[in-house]
């Protein structure tokens, strides 16, 4: 008489499971465009130095490594790295393998990430501020670490960077593009000289 008690519980249990498995396969999470996902198939080539460019698809150079006139308010006349005119949203890439040891605004850099390798360090300035990695994050050559941000950022505690009509910009900038620099052992280099 026990079995047959419980018989329909056993029943509606078995029920309930397959009906579990049945609506979790349906409503299976799946990730934004806008997630980090390393390995997308984007195509870079390799520098006869062995380095990726930091931006797929865009290599126009709007400002060089070493002395010009200032941009901007706030700009320095000695230029650390390069700037590549890139449109908001546009891919940066590993240029090599190594580790993000820095995410975050940094003054006239804006928002910023750094991947360092050995004792290379490569920064992305004016990135956006919706970070794919983190600091502590291993990257591979060519995963996306992150995008070319807007020129216009809002709610950055202390930005003292702002454009001709008073809103504040996304560090040292007049429009969205990416600052690329090196650093070797703490002293800045050409970056071109890494893609000859």
């Known amino acids: 008489m026990s079995n047959s008690f419980f018989m329909p519980f056993k029943i509606f249990f078995i029920i309930l499971i397959i009906f579990i498995i049945l609506i979790s396969l349906f409503f299976?999470?799946?990730?934004?465009?806008?997630?980090y996902i390393p390995n997308?198939?984007?195509?870079?080539?390799?520098?006869s130095s062995g380095y990726a460019w930091p931006s797929p698809g865009y290599t126009t150079i709007n400002s060089y490594f070493g002395y010009r006139s200032s941009p901007t308010a706030g700009a320095s006349s000695y230029h650390s790295g390069i700037d590549i005119g890139a449109p908001e949203g546009s891919t940066l890439i590993a240029v090599t393998s190594g580790q993000i040891t820095f995410t975050g605004f940094l003054g006239g850099g804006g928002y910023t990430i750094t991947l360092t390798s050995g004792n290379i360090k490569f920064t992305y300035c004016h990135?956006?501020?919706?970070?794919?990695?983190?600091?502590?994050?291993?990257?591979?050559?060519?995963?996306v670490i992150g995008y070319v941000g807007p020129k216009n950022v809002y709610g950055v505690k202390g930005n003292q960077y702002?454009?001709?009509?008073?809103?504040p910009t996304n560090g040292a900038t007049t429009g969205p593009?990416?600052?690329?620099?090196?650093?070797?052992?703490?002293?800045?280099a050409n970056p071109l000289s890494f893609f000859q």
């Open 127 to 143: 990135v956006s501020p919706i970070y794919i990695v983190h600091e502590g994050d291993y990257v591979s050559q060519g995963d």
């Open 28 to 35: 299976i999470p799946i990730a934004p465009d806008s997630y």
């Open 162 to 167: 702002k454009d001709e009509n008073g809103n």
């Open 177 to 188: 593009h990416l600052h690329f620099g090196v650093r070797i052992n703490g002293e800045y």
């Open 40 to 47: 997308q198939n984007i195509t870079f080539d390799i520098s």
